[in-house]
């Protein structure tokens, strides 16, 4: 029997002679009653948080930002558990196959919108192993390319692109990473082939990209920044449909021409599905609270990011548009993952 649903909990306490002396009916109401007792104990002990990439990431430091206030506001430890591999399906995979009691977290960025058209070998569902608690956080990534490259705006860029068809080439961290959806986003939306070069991570590209040998990326704009200031890259645009507010004189690629375009770099909070509704209403309540903390926003801000904090319902929703977007962007661009 799931422990997640706190059923086992009272069934061990239990034997037959009590369930005969007090009557099968009211065993019946004491386990009808059982998730509703075990949410109002919830959290019952310590917690942990998979992230499922290495340490010193975004998802990681926000993980970790979220963990210390849970143990400050509920008493119990708070691990941060990093369970990289096989672009966070790794961890992913191990959230979605353990007790279902509330305890275990996964925090998860935007590319997890794409791992059921990515990946066909999974040993989860996505959208039926997991249940959102909230999305955290949202910003965007930037546009940029190497001063050597004759384009100084969106318009610019496509115009090129549109002339030397196939000619032109974008980095990315990865296959199927944001920065490859982004870039192949563009392209279906423009209606020009700049060519995938992908890297082993995000370092190994922006040193290529900043080099000249691979002239166009999308990039973290926390990272972008000070290249920008520099000279040493150009920003065109950022991803996301307004522009950001630690970088105001850049347009959005939406405002430039682009209509519609959206790729939003955003982090969410999942658990096991069957975890009970109300161990997730209440956990999703105190990450909210967590979130609006001015210290917490204002961390973030200086990140590029800014706090979302949605319902359940409301991440539930997000998700379904943002799978259905990533699926047309893998299905147009014919990519395929491997694990």
Not at 87 to 97: D, F, L, M, S, Y
Not at 112 to 117: E, F, K, L, Q, V
Request: charged content about 15%; overall charge positive.
């Amino acid at each position: 029997m799931n422990s997640g649903n706190g059923l086992s909990t009272i069934s061990e306490r239990l034997n037959w002679t009590t369930i005969r002396t007090i009557g099968i009916p009211l065993f019946i109401a004491a386990l009808a009653a059982a998730p509703a007792a075990f949410a109002q104990q919830y959290p019952a002990g310590p917690l942990r948080v998979v992230v499922p990439f290495v340490p010193g990431g975004g998802t990681d430091i926000l993980s970790r930002m979220i963990a210390a206030k849970l143990n400050e506001a509920w008493s119990q430890p708070v691990v941060v558990d990093n369970r990289p591999g096989a672009g966070g399906t790794v961890g992913t995979g191990i959230v979605a196959k353990t007790t279902a009691d509330g305890h275990t977290m996964l925090v998860v960025p935007a590319g997890y919108a794409a791992y059921g058209s990515l990946y066909k070998t999974l040993t989860f569902n996505p959208t039926r192993d997991l249940a959102p608690v909230s999305r955290l956080a949202s910003g965007p990534l930037v546009l940029v390319v190497h001063p050597s490259l004759p384009a100084k705006s969106v318009k610019e860029l496509v115009a090129l692109a549109k002339k030397h068809r196939g000619e032109i080439n974008f980095g990315s961290a990865g296959g199927g990473t944001l920065p490859h959806l982004s870039a192949e986003l563009f392209n279906t939306s423009t209606g020009i082939k700049m060519v995938h070069i992908p890297y082993k991570g995000a370092g190994a590209a922006v040193a290529d990209v900043m080099a000249g040998r691979v002239p166009v990326y999308f990039m973290n704009i926390l990272q972008s920044l000070s290249l920008i200031k520099a000279g040493k890259l150009r920003a065109l645009g950022v991803t996301t449909p307004a522009r950001s507010p630690i970088a105001p004189d850049i347009p959005s690629i939406a405002e430039s021409g682009i209509k519609g375009y959206d790729m939003t770099n955003w982090y969410g909070m999942l658990v096991p599905a069957a975890t009970p509704r109300e161990s997730i209403a209440k956990l999703n309540a105190e990450v909210t609270r967590i979130l609006r903390l001015p210290e917490l926003q204002k961390r973030l801000a200086r990140d590029g990011m800014t706090v979302v904090a949605s319902t359940p319902a409301e991440f539930a929703q997000f998700l379904e548009r943002e799978i259905a977007k990533f699926a047309r962007v893998i299905e147009a661009a014919g990519i395929k993952g491997t694990l």
